[in-house]
């Protein structure tokens, strides 16, 4: 009976037990499956429902000891879904709760990071993995992540160290397995480090330690082409030659073109490294197929036609493009071949101006060259509207329209090519010759606008630097003359100034700025500008330009003595110098404006003795004879004055009205010698030459009516004299109302 008593009271025992752990299984089984459906749901990549499902997990099952593999497979989904904050605000929130996976949390922190593009913030999250958790499996991947991460940073050495260090995470496992992948990756990606620190020897050593059988499609051709490249950069050029055919093969047997045609570039670089252009040639011609990438089809056909230009078979590269683009008219490359085509014609062109300028010749070139130039220039632009050449179609098309005459349109083409160029030499070559034609068609504005931004837009383009900018600021100047905008003049002479030193075209412009400050009314800014330069670099070729406009500054502020001073220490330092004649004629004129006659006649006369057949002689001779006239020496005034006008070299040209101004003062001075028939002679030559410039030949009919009204002529008749004299007045008005009825010159000669 007791005994029967105990089982019962076991069995209720137990059943109490039974039914008060119940509910604790099935709060079990919850968790699991509510972990389970979460897993899958990520497994399955449907990451979006997966975040929502491990967040649901976490806050129902807060005490679960999954917690930490829901908190990282959540940050994992909202990764998978560029989520990158969101993941990372869960990993490092809860990192100290991660018991057991800690390292996990620190490693998918840096991918995150990684992914997102922050490769600094990864690298060091990845080097903290390394150094914190020495024991996780998951130190010899972090490695390699931190030196990927590094790599993209351009972080060579470190990427270096990381890989090559004995002690280091990823030698050590190198050793143990060299054949896994994560190895064979990483001594790629070192070898390739090496090859950007310019230690060639050691990245060929290292691409060429990856054991061959642990090398299969990509990784054997990025094995082969990093040797080949290293042995490529280190000139040793027959063992890149050979090594480039193994990437080649290795590149064909993968089945990516991408990598083959790679491989026929390195070669077809290699060739022409070794003076072979024809060898280089036929190699580039494989690029050439259907198939490769259109990136790789147009380097090569750019290659190709460069060498044949380079060896002057112009007709060979011109029908290598024609037949490109017969065979593949629909090939995305196209649109180069025509751009390519185009400037090759625009070359012969201007190598046949060329020639026929070297033999002195006047044959002109084709305009069937310049016309197919514009055509495939305009069909690129007209067939290919979303052309990468865009810009440079237009900038080809500027230089023939140029070439062709066709300022206007070819200034439109050139701003449209500034515009669709990106930043580049070209682009600010684009500029310059808009700028430079604007200037020629008097948009003077426009053109300073364009000048500024060559001046400003390209500093660390070194040709541009060279070869635009001392001519932009040149042509910038003339610009900002026309406009008489004192502050572009400013621009260009204040950067100059801060030069050291200064080009020898810089040094033009300069002269250039100290005579426009002069111009636009500045003359002691002018003389500062100038000044300074001299001062700066007394041995400059321009020095003797320099001193000459300080001089004139002086002229234009009418401080005469300060002037003469100046001529005066100019001529004596540079007695040899070509500007010595203007110098000397200057000197003459000032010494005349400061009222010191006499030093001026000794100086004109002395110019016309030594510089008689310069152009400036005549105007000296003319002064000699005013000298004369003034000081009542009227024959040596007119003998003067026929100097001027019996001289041929002096009948043509500026000179040509000056010379019937000598005339007519000969004229007058003989009627004040008394002379009248010498003065009818003048004074009749100059109404009866019908060349003789109108307001001359009237001043000589005035002259000779008062020559006969004033009772100088040989008549003694006062009514002939009259009526002679009225003669020749009324020839006057036939004479201005030809040119001009309003004359204030007709009141007079109508009485």
């Given at each position: 009976?007791?005994?029967?008593?105990?089982?019962?009271?076991?069995?209720?025992?137990?059943?109490?037990?039974?039914?008060?752990?119940?509910?604790?299984?099935?709060?079990?089984?919850?968790?699991?499956?509510?972990?389970?459906?979460?897993?899958?749901?990520?497994?399955?990549?449907?990451?979006?429902?997966?975040?929502?499902?491990?967040?649901?997990?976490?806050?129902?099952?807060?005490?679960?000891?999954?917690?930490?593999?829901?908190?990282?497979?959540?940050?994992?989904?909202?990764?998978?879904?560029?989520?990158?904050?969101?993941?990372?605000?869960?990993?490092?929130?809860?990192?100290?709760?991660?018991?057991?996976?800690?390292?996990?949390?620190?490693?998918?922190?840096?991918?995150?990071?990684?992914?997102?593009?922050?490769?600094?913030?990864?690298?060091?999250?990845?080097?903290?993995?390394?150094?914190?958790?020495?024991?996780?499996?998951?130190?010899?991947?972090?490695?390699?992540?931190?030196?990927?991460?590094?790599?993209?940073?351009?972080?060579?050495?470190?990427?270096?160290?990381?890989?090559?260090?004995?002690?280091?995470?990823?030698?050590?496992?190198?050793?143990?397995?060299?054949?896994?992948?994560?190895?064979?990756?990483?001594?790629?990606?070192?070898?390739?480090?090496?090859?950007?620190?310019?230690?060639?020897?050691?990245?060929?050593?290292?691409?060429?330690?990856?054991?061959?059988?642990?090398?299969?499609?990509?990784?054997?051709?990025?094995?082969?082409?990093?040797?080949?490249?290293?042995?490529?950069?280190?000139?040793?050029?027959?063992?890149?030659?050979?090594?480039?055919?193994?990437?080649?093969?290795?590149?064909?047997?993968?089945?990516?073109?991408?990598?083959?045609?790679?491989?026929?570039?390195?070669?077809?670089?290699?060739?022409?490294?070794?003076?072979?252009?024809?060898?280089?040639?036929?190699?580039?011609?494989?690029?050439?197929?259907?198939?490769?990438?259109?990136?790789?089809?147009?380097?090569?056909?750019?290659?190709?036609?460069?060498?044949?230009?380079?060896?002057?078979?112009?007709?060979?590269?011109?029908?290598?493009?024609?037949?490109?683009?017969?065979?593949?008219?629909?090939?995305?490359?196209?649109?180069?071949?025509?751009?390519?085509?185009?400037?090759?014609?625009?070359?012969?062109?201007?190598?046949?101006?060329?020639?026929?300028?070297?033999?002195?010749?006047?044959?002109?070139?084709?305009?069937?060259?310049?016309?197919?130039?514009?055509?495939?220039?305009?069909?690129?632009?007209?067939?290919?509207?979303?052309?990468?050449?865009?810009?440079?179609?237009?900038?080809?098309?500027?230089?023939?329209?140029?070439?062709?005459?066709?300022?206007?349109?070819?200034?439109?083409?050139?701003?449209?090519?500034?515009?669709?160029?990106?930043?580049?030499?070209?682009?600010?070559?684009?500029?310059?010759?808009?700028?430079?034609?604007?200037?020629?068609?008097?948009?003077?504005?426009?053109?300073?606008?364009?000048?500024?931004?060559?001046?400003?837009?390209?500093?660390?383009?070194?040709?541009?630097?060279?070869?635009?900018?001392?001519?932009?600021?040149?042509?910038?100047?003339?610009?900002?003359?026309?406009?008489?905008?004192?502050?572009?003049?400013?621009?260009?002479?204040?950067?100059?100034?801060?030069?050291?030193?200064?080009?020898?075209?810089?040094?033009?412009?300069?002269?250039?700025?100290?005579?426009?400050?002069?111009?636009?009314?500045?003359?002691?800014?002018?003389?500062?500008?100038?000044?300074?330069?001299?001062?700066?670099?007394?041995?400059?070729?321009?020095?003797?330009?320099?001193?000459?406009?300080?001089?004139?500054?002086?002229?234009?502020?009418?401080?005469?003595?300060?002037?003469?001073?100046?001529?005066?220490?100019?001529?004596?330092?540079?007695?040899?110098?070509?500007?010595?004649?203007?110098?000397?004629?200057?000197r003459a004129l000032a010494n005349d404006q400061a009222a010191r006659k006499t030093n001026a006649f000794v100086l004109?006369?002395?110019?016309?003795?030594?510089?008689?057949?310069?152009?400036?002689?005549?105007?000296?001779?003319?002064?000699?004879?005013?000298?004369?006239?003034?000081?009542?020496?009227?024959?040596?005034?007119?003998?003067?004055?026929?100097?001027?006008?019996?001289?041929?070299?002096?009948?043509?040209?500026?000179?040509?009205?000056?010379?019937?101004?000598?005339?007519?003062?000969?004229?007058?001075?003989?009627?004040?010698?008394?002379?009248?028939?010498?003065?009818?002679?003048?004074?009749?030559?100059?109404?009866?030459?019908?060349?003789?410039?109108?307001?001359?030949?009237?001043?000589?009919?005035?002259?000779?009516?008062?020559?006969?009204?004033?009772?100088?002529?040989?008549?003694?008749?006062?009514?002939?004299?009259?009526?002679?004299?009225?003669?020749?007045?009324?020839?006057?008005?036939?004479?201005?109302?030809?040119?001009?009825?309003?004359?204030?010159?007709?009141?007079?000669?109508?009485?």
């Amino acid at each position: 009976m007791l005994r029967r008593f105990r089982q019962a009271l076991f069995c209720f025992a137990a059943f109490l037990l039974l039914n008060a752990a119940a509910p604790l299984v099935r709060g079990a089984d919850a968790e699991t499956r509510a972990f389970t459906s979460a897993e899958k749901l990520w497994q399955d990549k449907f990451y979006e429902n997966a975040e929502k499902a491990f967040a649901e997990f976490v806050a129902k099952f807060p005490a679960s000891p999954r917690l930490a593999q829901a908190v990282l497979r959540q940050a994992q989904a909202a990764r998978e879904q560029k989520k990158y904050q969101v993941a990372l605000n869960l990993l490092s929130t809860n990192m100290a709760n991660a018991a057991g996976i800690a390292d996990e949390f620190q490693f998918h922190i840096g991918k995150t990071y990684d992914e997102s593009g922050k490769f600094a913030e990864a690298a060091d999250a990845f080097a903290l993995l390394t150094s914190r958790h020495t024991n996780s499996y998951l130190r010899l991947e972090a490695t390699l992540l931190e030196a990927k991460a590094r790599f993209n940073l351009k972080q060579w050495p470190r990427v270096a160290h990381l890989l090559q260090n004995p002690a280091g995470v990823f030698q050590n496992a190198a050793a143990a397995s060299p054949q896994n992948s994560i190895i064979v990756d990483g001594r790629l990606m070192l070898a390739e480090a090496l090859l950007a620190q310019n230690n060639f020897a050691a990245a060929e050593k290292v691409a060429a330690s990856v054991p061959l059988s642990a090398l299969g499609g990509e990784l054997r051709w990025r094995a082969e082409y990093l040797r080949a490249k290293a042995q490529f950069a280190g000139q040793d050029l027959n063992a890149a030659l050979s090594t480039s055919s193994n990437v080649i093969t290795a590149g064909s047997a993968a089945r990516q073109p991408a990598l083959e045609a790679a491989g026929v570039s390195l070669q077809g670089q290699i060739f022409e490294a070794l003076n072979q252009p024809d060898a280089a040639i036929a190699i580039y011609q494989l690029n050439q197929r259907p198939g490769v990438p259109p990136e790789r089809v147009r380097e090569a056909l750019f290659k190709s036609v460069n060498l044949l230009i380079a060896q002057g078979r112009l007709t060979n590269a011109a029908a290598r493009l024609t037949n490109f683009l017969a065979l593949y008219p629909n090939e995305t490359a196209s649109d180069v071949a025509l751009l390519a085509l185009a400037e090759l014609r625009l070359k012969e062109h201007q190598l046949s101006l060329e020639r026929a300028n070297r033999l002195a010749t006047n044959s002109v070139p084709p305009a069937s060259l310049l016309a197919e130039a514009l055509e495939n220039s305009e069909r690129v632009l007209r067939t290919f509207t979303n052309s990468a050449f865009a810009g440079q179609a237009h900038l080809v098309r500027g230089w023939a329209l140029l070439a062709q005459g066709n300022m206007a349109e070819s200034l439109a083409t050139f701003r449209a090519a500034a515009d669709a160029l990106p930043w580049s030499e070209a682009q600010a070559v684009a500029r310059f010759k808009a700028a430079d034609l604007a200037l020629q068609s008097g948009e003077f504005t426009n053109a300073l606008r364009d000048y500024r931004r060559v001046l400003g837009q390209y500093t660390s383009l070194r040709r541009v630097q060279s070869e635009l900018v001392p001519r932009a600021r040149y042509q910038m100047l003339q610009a900002s003359i026309a406009v008489r905008d004192r502050q572009a003049a400013d621009e260009v002479g204040e950067a100059i100034l801060r030069e050291f030193p200064p080009t020898g075209f810089s040094e033009r412009t300069l002269l250039l700025y100290g005579q426009a400050l002069d111009e636009l009314g500045d003359p002691a800014a002018a003389r500062q500008a100038l000044t300074k330069f001299v001062e700066q670099f007394p041995e400059s070729p321009l020095r003797p330009k320099m001193e000459l406009a300080v001089a004139r500054t002086y002229e234009r502020e009418r401080a005469w003595p300060k002037a003469i001073a100046k001529y005066d220490a100019w001529v004596s330092t540079f007695p040899t110098n070509e500007n010595l004649i203007l110098a000397e004629y200057h000197r003459a004129l000032a010494n005349d404006q400061a009222a010191r006659k006499t030093n001026a006649f000794v100086l004109f006369t002395n110019f016309v003795a030594r510089f008689s057949t310069n152009s400036l002689a005549a105007h000296a001779e003319d002064w000699v004879g005013n000298y004369y006239f003034q000081a009542e020496q009227f024959a040596d005034a007119e003998r003067n004055y026929q100097i001027v006008y019996q001289n041929p070299n002096w009948r043509i040209g500026e000179l040509r009205e000056l010379r019937y101004h000598a005339m007519l003062k000969a004229g007058r001075a003989a009627l004040m010698r008394g002379s009248f028939n010498d003065a009818e002679f003048y004074f009749t030559n100059l109404i009866e030459d019908a060349s003789s410039p109108e307001p001359v030949r009237v001043q000589a009919y005035f002259a000779y009516g008062d020559a006969f009204r004033d009772s100088v002529s040989p008549l003694t008749n006062a009514l002939e004299k009259f009526s002679r004299a009225l003669t020749i007045y009324s020839q006057i008005p036939r004479e201005l109302t030809r040119s001009d009825p309003n004359d204030p010159l007709l009141p007079r000669a109508f009485g």
